[in-house]
């Protein structure tokens, strides 16, 4: 079953401009990843923010975390072309080692 | 260093076959992980192999599907008596212990005619 959902459903901008993607999710959490998937095959692990983190940055992405509103939100700011991929949050519950998937974000940057 | 790989990367079969999906994970990675990814039901996890623990097989949806990991490296998912509904792509991810960020393989997309 789904933990997270997604939010915006997709969203196009322009090269250059930032991307911001939110998720809520719905029981209490050890940590939420960020995941990017090309193509519809294999994700690749952006970045992960603990329950007890509120802010984390990597390289041009920047992750916040309200455990209060049980919500993220991704943003990837001076985006690129090369950045068109889906999104999905990912949630970790305490006490468990899998990850329940959110439905994703369709991130479209056009040149 | 090598990823995670998984085979066939496309498999077509008819309804009513058994089918055998392969995954190598990362060499030294103990845990490996099946998830099932689909239009409808979005990222679905199936199974958790954890060093020589009992598996998690909590995600399984029906009796039909099984995993087996030997050696504590490779695994196979098997799917027996293929329906249409399993149309889908399955992904395998791998995790080094104590780690929480997973590998994931590229995939073998399923297609039950």
């Known amino acids: 079953s789904q933990q997270g959902e997604e939010d915006p459903q997709a969203l196009s901008i322009q090269e250059g401009e930032n991307a911001t993607m939110n998720c809520s999710y719905k029981t209490s959490i050890n940590n939420l990843q960020w995941y990017r998937q090309n193509s519809g095959r294999g994700l690749v692990h952006l970045i992960l923010i603990r329950s007890n983190e509120r802010e984390k940055h990597s390289g041009r992405l920047r992750v916040t975390l309200d455990t209060s509103k049980k919500s993220s939100s991704l943003l990837i700011t001076a985006s690129r072309a090369a950045d068109t991929a889906s999104y999905f949050c990912?949630?970790?519950?305490?006490?468990?080692?899998?990850?329940?998937f959110g439905k994703g974000t369709m991130l479209l940057v056009s040149p | 260093g090598a990823g995670v790989s998984q085979s066939p990367s496309n498999k077509v079969t008819e309804k009513g076959k058994d089918v055998e999906l392969r995954c190598d994970p990362i060499?030294?990675?103990?845990?490996l992980y099946w998830y099932r990814q689909s239009l409808g039901q979005g990222l679905e996890f199936l199974i958790y192999f954890q060093g020589n623990s009992a598996p998690d097989k909590s995600g399984l949806p029906s009796d039909r599907f099984s995993a087996e990991r030997t050696g504590g490296s490779v695994s196979t998912l098997t799917i027996q008596r293929t329906q249409q509904e399993d149309s889908a792509v399955y992904l395998c991810a791998s995790s080094p212990l104590g780690a929480y960020e997973q590998y994931f393989g590229p995939g073998t997309r399923l297609t039950v005619t």
């Open positions: 990912a949630t970790m519950n305490s006490g468990y080692s899998t990850l329940t």
């Open positions: 060499s030294g990675h103990t845990a």
